[in-house]
């Protein structure tokens, strides 16, 4: 995914206190509903100590979809690739 954002992947995966970072927590969300992972297991693999900011922003990104067409198409997109790659 960091490259679908341009990003290199240690951006990705490493948030910077106080930064919004819209793609990490889209993949956050994303390895919680594809992946089947568990919240501490989602904080483990962003880096983080902290399994809250793992729901948080999975929230965030829930609760924008229904209001944000764009924002909901891009996710169900990104979701669609993440499936057939588990087939």
Not at 32 to 60: H, I, M, N, P
Not at 73 to 82: D, R
């Amino acid at each position: 995914m960091a490259g679908i954002y341009k990003m290199s992947k240690d951006e990705f995966l490493k948030g910077v206190s106080g930064k919004e970072n819209e793609p990490r927590k889209v993949a956050k969300y994303l390895a919680r509903r594809c992946c089947a992972q568990t919240l501490l297991e989602t904080a483990k693999l962003f880096g983080l100590e902290s399994y809250g900011a793992v729901g948080w922003g999975c929230d965030r990104i829930k609760s924008k979809i229904p209001n944000d067409r764009k924002c909901k198409s891009h996710i169900e997109s990104l979701e669609a690739g993440i499936c057939q790659q588990k087939i």
